[in-house]
């Protein structure tokens, strides 16, 4: 009985111990976060959040060509800064939607560390810089986000409803994309410090956002599977993109791209 019980202990003992090393790795392998702040091209305006918790954050408005027919907060992945998502600016811009190309604290030179109620902090901000707008006060808001950025964009949403939401390789939750990242059967939710409930924040928006959810039909990271979770939990279409891995480049301006944002600002109009 005894060695039982010794066994139990350090049993015990091994899950604590690697409940702990996994919340501690958590972050630094899920926010990989560049030091380099970008330059922005001369058509581009660089603009200033500022956060609840007073961070100052870069960004850059890129305006629309013609008349505002919609403005999109663009929320990005965990990689990466706003100069890699201008070609995404750029297709935005050419469909009358002025985009607000965001990076979270700690990314491109921002200060501050990432981590979910940041980025959520980071994201309102975003919204309110452009509801300060006055030529963005009366035009109908999106969001769109990609994988992690879904994810924002989710959070963003229960707190304050866009006209539309756009969600590429979006995961019901961060367990459940981490199971799949490692080949796992699961991972308890307990172990990770962020968590990012996607598909159950979905379920109880309004049913006047209008949501979009594409998907790569060979993302590794992000499997279309989990997508047409969250694109369930919406009660909305998954659109897959034939031999698309989660970092295409079509992604940022390709055709399938292009039309669902057409298609998604013609719907909030």
């Known amino acids: 009985m005894r060695r039982v019980l010794v066994g139990l202990v350090v049993l015990a003992g091994l899950v604590v111990a690697?409940?702990?090393?996994?919340?501690?790795?958590?972050?630094?392998?899920?926010?990989?976060?560049?030091?380099?702040?970008?330059?922005?091209?001369?058509d581009v305006e660089e603009v200033t959040l500022r956060t609840e918790d007073?961070?100052?954050?870069?960004?850059?408005?890129?305006?629309?060509?013609?008349?505002?027919?919609?403005?999109?907060?663009?929320?990005?992945g965990n990689a990466g800064?706003?100069?890699?998502?201008?070609?995404?600016?750029?297709?935005?811009?050419?469909?009358?939607?002025?985009?607000?190309?965001?990076?979270?604290?700690?990314?491109a030179g921002n200060p501050g560390r990432p981590n979910e109620?940041?980025?959520?902090?980071?994201?309102r901000a975003a919204r309110d810089w452009l509801e300060a707008r006055e030529d963005g006060r009366d035009a109908p808001v999106l969001y769109l986000g990609e994988s992690l950025g879904a994810a924002v964009a989710a959070g963003l949403a229960t707190d304050q409803p866009p006209d539309g939401l756009l969600l590429r390789s979006p995961f019901?939750?961060?367990?459940?994309?981490?199971?799949?990242?490692?080949?796992?059967?699961?991972?308890?939710?307990?172990?990770?410090?962020?968590?990012?409930?996607?598909?159950?924040?979905?379920?109880?928006l309004d049913d006047d956002v209008a949501v979009r959810v594409l998907a790569g039909e060979q993302d590794r990271i992000v499997p279309a599977?989990?997508?047409?979770?969250?694109?369930?939990?919406?009660?909305?279409?998954?659109?897959?993109?034939?031999?698309?891995?989660?970092?295409?480049p079509r992604w940022l301006d390709g055709a399938l791209l292009e039309d669902t944002v057409i298609e998604l600002r013609d719907a909030v109009r």
């Not at 702990?20 to 926010?31: D, I, N, S, T």
């Not at 109620?117 to 980071?122: A, P, Q």
């Not at 981490?178 to 924040?201: H, K, N």
């Not at 599977?225 to 295409?248: C, I, K, M, R």
């Open 18 to 42: 690697f409940g702990g090393l996994v919340m501690l790795l958590q972050r630094p392998m899920l926010y990989l976060a560049s030091g380099t702040e970008p330059s922005a091209p001369a």
């Open 54 to 76: 007073d961070l100052a954050l870069g960004a850059w408005w890129v305006p629309p060509q013609g008349e505002l027919q919609a403005a999109a907060i663009v929320l990005p």
């Open 81 to 107: 800064t706003r100069a890699h998502r201008e070609p995404l600016g750029r297709l935005l811009a050419e469909a009358g939607i002025g985009a607000l190309l965001v990076d979270y604290r700690g990314y």
């Open 117 to 123: 109620d940041g980025l959520r902090r980071d994201a």
């Open 172 to 204: 019901p939750s961060l367990a459940r994309a981490a199971a799949a990242a490692y080949g796992l059967p699961g991972v308890p939710a307990w172990l990770l410090p962020d968590r990012y409930p996607v598909a159950a924040q979905i379920a109880g």
């Open 225 to 248: 599977e989990l997508s047409g979770e969250v694109a369930e939990a919406a009660g909305a279409d998954l659109v897959v993109l034939d031999d698309a891995g989660h970092n295409d």
